[in-house]
């Protein structure tokens, strides 16, 4: 990921998630996104009892499940993608109970560059060590996950090591808006960071959003619920993929203004 | 110190570890409480629940009407009940009673009725079982013009008839829940016309009342972020107090309902601790009532804050929302769960927890009331009960040690429960 | 202001003509009054009734016990309520309900107890009806390590249970008067074993424990000189308050049952404007109660100061000590007389009075409960009615005047008296 | 009066209080208490509703009353009697009753020097100039009463005005001792009156009191309720005047000591 996040460089990454499996998720799908100006994607591993999803996502983990999704189709899925950037989203529970080093190498062999446990930090503080130890085991990119609520002694720790980006959690959970001043956290994170790279996400829909993410310091956004949200509709004629188009390309153009 | 602090502190930063963010019920796909939350609670208290400042402005409308209510409140000596304990230690109170109110619930209580009403919400409606939320809030929404309604569990309702009469003299409509106004009273009362309610039933009003009216917000006594981080204001001045008098505390000590006043108490110094080592050899020390021991005996798991089960889950040391505790006169300290800080800090070995039973506490209580002249809140008793012990401790020990609680509020209003034990 | 002053003030030497003294009935040759007084009160309080001086020392005991009260009290402004009443007036009040026991009482309760102390008398006996004095007595005999013994009217004891509680707590005896521990109390129980009890009977029972035990002393709560004299600690106060941010005041206002704390409050304002002309436009302004209308209505003459007579008669304002006033809420105001000292000075017309009935009063503190979030006693209450009237005269005429009222107590253990209006 | 305390010399007046009239009151023992060091007597007019005065003296107007006394009866005893110095005690109210010019025209031919009104400034503060007018007109000496709870103002005023002296009464009514720290009233009192003769009277029958007295800056002592008590008893016989004559030399010695 540091070809194009160098830290120095003022290039910006827009970052689409989406659930390994959902049926609404195809080849067709993220063709658009990528050809849109997506840089990057993130593929969370459908489960069902996510912690810290939304109903927009949650619903979606259901519909993969529903549609039969196994760990062992959604890695080959994600092998055949033929994108330049893809990281994978699930919890670092699930991984456990698959055994970490196993489900590293599942990532290693998918072609991504990297995992993100959400719930590392948070739940296992003290697996961060042989988080590291495995990523580097395995040749994938060390990526933290944290929120607005995370010491900031941790976060500064965080930095030193080097990551490929952190990712700040604006929101409680996924896809959903609080009322939270998301510029100043930002710019509270980037303070004590330098110059890793910031990606942020939950609840990010709108072009201002973006905006504001990047005024106060962050590297990218990544999108999940919005995009989930519109390619889950029924209707998938022509006009959607237009209106996908024009979306993608909005955000895309608030991100580098 | 003549002026109250203009922040207050946020220990988020400063945290051991992350703090476990708020989550839904993991199998539930249909409703979010989380989503909810806008619907609940003013903008600006979600955003402090999330703030990764350190430092929060208090507004000039709020230090006003922290001003009015007598902060900096004073931080006493309780020189005769050393004198009656024979101790050589020092034992200072801070007196959050003073207030009109009666107890440090108005603190936040000013807060969010600042924001709601600098939101233009119209009304905040919120639960209440012994009175004293329910007092403090009425109180603030006087002050800062809105309007009140507190859902009052029948019992206490017909029980505590002064508590009800002073939140109607602050201009606060008091219904007897379950009440008439929403769907969930009415349908309790057709069953039971003389249903005595609860306070998840209470709660569970108040929320309805939220959903269903635009214009009203609820308003929460204890257990969120924000909640805690206006109750520091008492920390922080009691910080600058004891400099003032060159002390430093050797143990600090509070009662912990949903922990408000204790964490607001304490965190300031603990803070200090986990950024530069400063009072790393002072001792935190939370009380709580063995009929809802969640600190000593609970679990720390992820729990509704609240009893209805409308608020998102926390990361907390809690008994259960479903754990009926035995009717006790501290009903502030009958929650179910300590807020996520303060548990996360117990957990961390931070903090140390006690709990008594009522007749230990109710001991306490006259010995301070006989020996100090001031009449301490069934909460209150439970710090004092453990500051005699840590006094008399230092006795037999021969230790002079600098002693601090919390003195969270008054008993006035709750002079019943002597009059049952003196006779 | 971070202390109290450390001297009361005697307005004796300042009065405009001598005070008439004490006397005892003319044609009773048998037993004087006079003679008993030094079995009735601690001698160092009967001195300070007689002494020439005019600043009296406060013994250190007594200016600690006030500091741990809480003073000086805070002087407050009461800005909601000038916006609430659209005001060019400032109002300001002095906060004498902060103290434990919640009134002012304690300021001459806390000296009485301390001198009984010093000259070694084992218990200090009261009568009490409503509690207030009860209360802060019980509280002062707590603070100085001594026995308290009220006689409490039967019908208070059996209605006020709150107070009762709050006395025990503190450690005093409450007996429901009359008692069986006394002569008189005996006597009318044979006649009417459920005897509801009176203030005189109440009064007798304690004269005479007094009179049978030595080491027994009676306390009061108003009318003589030395409690006016304690009291002066409020408007030592307030005076300094007020230099503190440059305001003169215009007009000062007390509510009067014996007259203790509105002799307090503004008798060092007094003192200036006789001796220096200071304040000589200041109005001030006593308030009374229509149900007791002994400064409008009463006649000054020579009338014994309490309603039992044991005491010796003072020349002042009374309606007779045999007059019945209907039962009000303000207990406190129910009193017969009003002190020598300010009967004098309405005489002479350097004080104004006005009286109210229980309804305007009533209403007076609902307005300022709701606008201020502070209960005032049922006492308090006139002042307030007062105060408002003062303010909307200051609306009409366009004046800019500086009010200031003594906020002689809290009523949070009175919240009965709203709740039957409440509804 | 003025022979006697000249104010500046340091010359002590002992004044004995006798009801006029009072059976217990004959010259046999008026003798005794000038031979003995009295140097004045003050001589009260009996009355039915005395003011300010305590249980010994009102038995004693009332043994006065009973033994029948009249105006005219006490004022001729007065007059028979060879004293160098005496004063009449009454209130004036009693005074005014007879009216006022008439009463002290009375004093004046029983050849006392003055006449105290003890609630003359108290309920007839108006009628001080009246007083003093009379006064001149009769050749009485002005003397007032005060008591420690006199305006400080009116004090000074009063010593300005000369009088013959200012009694003040320590107590609250005459005989009864109350716990009141009388050399500190004094004291106030000698402030703010110069060197205007001070006498003091009220519930004084110790030698100690009278040095207690004299030392806080009284020229005099006036002794009334002591010796009623003395001579009212039944046993009158030569123990009688031994302890009477002793008494009074007793007291005496302490006012010079
Ligand atoms: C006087 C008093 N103290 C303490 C508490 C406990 O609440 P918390 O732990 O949030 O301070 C309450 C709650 O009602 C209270 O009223
Ligand atoms: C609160 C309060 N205010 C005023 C009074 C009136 O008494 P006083 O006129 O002596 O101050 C009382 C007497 O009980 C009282 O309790």
Chains 1, 4 share one sequence.
């Not at chain 1, 446990?117 to 948070?122: K, V, Y």
């Not at chain 1, 930095?159 to 009322?179: D, E, H, Q, V």
Request: charged share 25%; aromatic share 10%; glycine share 8%.
């Amino acid at each position: 990921m540091h070809d194009f996040l160098p830290g120095t460089s003022k290039e910006r990454v827009l970052m689409v998630y989406l659930t390994a499996g959902d049926p609404c998720v195809n080849g067709n799908i993220i063709n658009i996104l990528s050809e849109s100006g997506v840089d990057a994607f993130e593929f969370g591993i459908p489960m069902a009892k996510p912690k810290y999803d939304g109903l927009v996502i949650k619903a979606s983990y259901r519909r993969a499940l529903e549609n039969g999704a196994t760990l062992e189709k959604i890695f080959q899925f994600m092998r055949d993608l033929n994108l330049d950037h893809k990281i994978i989203f699930t919890y670092f529970d699930y991984a456990k109970n698959i055994g970490i080093e196993k489900f590293m190498s599942y990532v290693q062999n998918a072609g991504a560059e990297g995992v993100l446990f959400p719930d590392l930090l948070i739940d296992y503080l003290d697996e961060l060590d042989k988080y590291i130890e495995i990523c580097k085991q395995c040749s994938l990119e060390p990526i933290f996950f944290i929120t607005s609520s995370f010491p900031h002694n941790l976060i500064i720790k965080l930095a030193r090591l080097k990551p490929a980006f952190i990712y700040l959690g604006l929101m409680a959970s996924t896809g959903t808006l609080l009322p939270i001043t998301i510029s100043r956290n930002i710019r509270i994170i980037r303070g004590l960071i330098g110059d890793t790279p910031l990606l942020v996400g939950f609840a990010i829909s709108k072009p201002s959003q973006i905006m504001d993410c990047v005024r106060a310091g962050a590297d990218g956004v990544i999108i999940g619920s919005a995009i989930i949200r519109l390619i889950s509709q029924e209707e998938r004629g022509s006009a959607f993929r237009e209106n996908l188009r024009n979306y993608i390309i909005s955000l895309k153009r608030a991100l580098e203004a | 110190m003549h002026d109250p602090p203009n922040y207050w502190y946020n220990i988020v930063p400063d945290l051991p570890r992350p703090l476990p963010p708020p989550r839904d019920p993991e199998d539930d796909y249909i409703f979010s409480r989380i989503e909810i939350l806008p619907k609940l609670f003013p903008s600006e208290l979600l955003d402090q629940e999330f703030t990764a400042e350190r430092y929060v402005q208090i507004p000039a409308e709020v230090l006003d009407s922290y001003r009015r209510i007598g902060r900096p409140t004073p931080l006493a000596r309780a020189v005769r009940l050393e004198r009656f304990l024979d101790t050589p230690a020092k034992i200072y109170f801070k007196r959050e009673d003073l207030s009109p109110a009666g107890s440090h619930k108005v603190n936040t209580a000013l807060a969010q009725a600042y924001y709601a009403k600098k939101e233009n919400i119209q009304m905040l409606t919120t639960e209440t079982s012994a009175g004293q939320w329910g007092s403090a809030l009425a109180y603030a929404c006087a002050m800062f013009n809105i309007k009140c309604l507190v859902f009052m569990t029948r019992s206490s309702y017909l029980q505590k008839p002064y508590r009800k009469t002073l939140m109607k003299l602050y201009g606060a409509e008091v219904l007897p829940s379950p009440s008439d106004c929403t769907d969930v009273g009415r349908n309790l009362l057709k069953e039971r016309p003389e249903h005595p309610g609860s306070l998840g039933i209470a709660i569970s009003e108040a929320v309805e009342t939220c959903m269903k009216n635009e214009g009203v917000k609820y308003a929460i006594g204890s257990v969120m972020n924000f909640v805690l981080l206006h109750q520091t204001v008492i920390g922080l001045e009691t910080m600058k107090q004891l400099e003032e008098i060159g002390e430093k505390p050797d143990i600090m000590v509070g009662c912990v309902g949903g922990g408000s006043n204790f964490a607001g108490f304490i965190f300031p110094f603990v803070g200090k601790r986990l950024r530069d080592g400063e009072f790393k050899d002072t001792r935190f020390i939370g009380v709580e009532s063995k009929a809802s021991p969640k600190m000593t005996e609970g679990k720390y798991v992820y729990e509704h804050g609240d009893t209805a089960g409308y608020l998102p889950m926390l990361k907390m040391y809690t008994v259960g929302r479903n754990y009926v505790p035995p009717p006790i006169h501290a009903a502030g300290l009958r929650y179910h769960a300590v807020a996520p800080t303060l548990s996360l800090l117990i957990r961390e070995g931070l903090i140390e927890t006690a709990a008594y039973t009522q007749e230990e506490v109710l001991d306490a209580a006259r010995t301070f009331a006989r020996v100090e002249g001031i009449i301490p809140a069934p909460e209150t008793s439970h710090a004092i009960k453990q500051v005699i012990i840590e006094a008399q401790q230092c006795r037999r020990r021969n230790l002079q040690k600098t002693i601090v609680f919390c003195f969270s509020g008054h008993g006035l209003l709750d002079l019943s429960i002597f009059e049952e034990h003196t006779e």
